[in-house]
């Protein structure tokens, strides 16, 4: 019989192996994917840019029309301390803690499955409802003590301190609908819809603006109406 042959006459006889190429075709839908997904950034990013700079320019606009109207009465003070109350609870049960925690749940869960996630909002969104609408009740119930722990100074004024007490009680629930917008801007957000969150804040702005405005043309109370 022949004699083997060595291994190494195999290993230089072996043909080389190919290693494939990707095709022409996956690589122009990979590049196609790419710029979609680009322009998809973009465009949330410029929608959502916009929407906020409309909202702050009305902002700066309705704080100088505050500063004209109210000034530095009693009026101004108690409706600042009545503003504040409500966005104080807002930080806690919209914006702050709560969003920090929903969404990433949300998402989570609707990655997992749409149903499973629809669920999982449904009853964040029910327990939430009902948490604040205890706190607004009860706020409603003891303001003049939440008034005086944030403003003590009030309480020499009778009359300032009973207006912000009255304007108190008119704002406060407008945390109960602002955390639920929140929430639902939330939602959008998790769903790449961003321009309904981002446009939320300009209809608070336009309604402000709007009410001092006929305040002052029908010559009406501008802290009550604000």
Not at 65 to 83: E, H, P
Not at 175 to 187: D, N
């Amino acid at each position: 019989p022949p004699p083997p042959t060595p291994l190494f006459f195999l290993m230089i006889r072996r043909p080389p192996r190919s290693t494939p190429k990707p095709s022409l075709a996956s690589s122009d839908v990979y590049k196609r994917q790419l710029f979609v997904l680009i322009m998809n950034l973009l465009s949330s990013t410029s929608i959502f840019s916009f929407y906020t700079l409309l909202s702050r320019v009305l902002g700066y606009l309705r704080d100088i029309l505050i500063a004209i109207f109210l000034g530095t009465s009693i009026y101004a003070d108690a409706f600042f301390v009545d503003f504040r109350l409500p966005n104080t609870f807002r930080r806690l049960f919209a914006e702050g803690t709560f969003n920090a925690a929903f969404i990433p749940s949300y998402t989570s869960e609707k990655t997992n499955s749409r149903s499973k996630g629809k669920n999982f909002a449904d009853e964040v969104l029910s327990l939430l409802f009902i948490i604040l609408l205890a706190i607004v009740f009860v706020v409603e119930i003891f303001t003049p003590y939440l008034v005086y722990l944030i403003a003590p100074g009030f309480y020499e004024n009778s009359e300032k301190f009973e207006l912000a007490v009255d304007l108190t009680r008119i704002t406060f629930p407008f945390l109960l609908f602002v955390s639920l917008s929140s929430f639902f801007s939330g939602v959008l957000n998790s769903n790449n819809k961003f321009a309904a969150a981002a446009a939320a804040p300009i209809i608070l702005n336009v309604i402000l603006i709007l009410t001092l405005l006929v305040s002052f043309l029908f010559k009406l109370n501008f802290a009550t109406n604000l």
